[in-house]
C-alpha cells in the first residue's frame, strides 16, 4: 500500500513514492559524470527541484565523488597495473566465447 501524498508529491514521511524516484536515483551517476543528453539532464535536475529526499542523495553522491577525486592523485604501480589490464582481457576473452 502506497503512503498518502501531500500536495508536493511527497508522502506523509516526506519521501516522494519510490516508484517515481528509482529511475531518477539510477540516473543521478550518470548526470553527475555529464553521461546524460540534454533532455534527460533537464528531467533530473528538475526532479531534484522538486524531491528533497533525491536531493539529499544526489548531494551525498556529489560530495563522495568530490571527496574521492582529490584522495585519488597516486597512480597504481605499473606492475598492477599490468596485472589488472591481463585479467581484464581474460575476462573478456571468456565473455565473448560464451
Not at 511527497?10 to 524516484?21: L, R
Not at 568530490?66 to 575476462?91: I, W
Amino acid at each position: 500500500m502506497t503512503a498518502p501524498q501531500n500536495d508536493s508529491g511527497q508522502n506523509d514521511s516526506g519521501e516522494s513514492p519510490k516508484g517515481d524516484c528509482a529511475d531518477y536515483l539510477e540516473r543521478i551517476v550518470f548526470f553527475l559524470d555529464n553521461e546524460l543528453d540534454e533532455a534527460d539532464c533537464s528531467a533530473v535536475r528538475h526532479h531534484l527541484d522538486e524531491c528533497g529526499p533525491c536531493l539529499r542523495k544526489y548531494d551525498l553522491e556529489r560530495t563522495v565523488k568530490q571527496v574521492v577525486a582529490r584522495s585519488c592523485h597516486e597512480s597504481a604501480p605499473e606492475g598492477l597495473r599490468a596485472r589488472v589490464l591481463v585479467q581484464l582481457r581474460e575476462v573478456h576473452i571468456k565473455i565473448t566465447e560464451v
